[in-house]
């Protein structure tokens, strides 16, 4: 009876974490990669306001460059939005 629980628990972990691999964490703030075309600084807003609560976080940097054109000629760009959850 005990074996399922802890192989249902290690499977929820192991999906939780799945849907989190574009997040970065350490102990004091999260980092969102918000980069590509179609892409913009709402979506890391999004996902900050999903692990934090919704505008419970300061953003700590807020990094944004332009990359090189891809063959359609539109420019890629490369966002970054690190946050610290109140």
């Given at each position: 009876?005990?074996?399922p629980n802890v192989l249902m628990l290690g499977i929820l972990a192991?999906?939780?974490?799945g849907c989190t691999n574009d997040v970065k964490t350490n102990a004091k703030t999260l980092t969102f990669d918000c980069s590509g075309?179609?892409?913009?600084?709402?979506?890391?807003?999004d996902k900050a306001d999903?692990?934090?609560?919704?505008?419970?976080?300061?953003?700590?940097?807020?990094?944004?460059?332009?990359?090189?054109?891809s063959d359609?000629?539109?420019?890629?760009?490369?966002?970054?939005l690190v946050v610290s959850c109140n």
């Amino acid at each position: 009876m005990r074996m399922p629980n802890v192989l249902m628990l290690g499977i929820l972990a192991a999906a939780i974490a799945g849907c989190t691999n574009d997040v970065k964490t350490n102990a004091k703030t999260l980092t969102f990669d918000c980069s590509g075309i179609g892409k913009g600084w709402g979506d890391c807003s999004d996902k900050a306001d999903a692990q934090c609560g919704a505008h419970r976080y300061t953003v700590v940097s807020r990094e944004g460059a332009a990359e090189g054109k891809s063959d359609d000629r539109n420019t890629e760009m490369k966002r970054t939005l690190v946050v610290s959850c109140n």
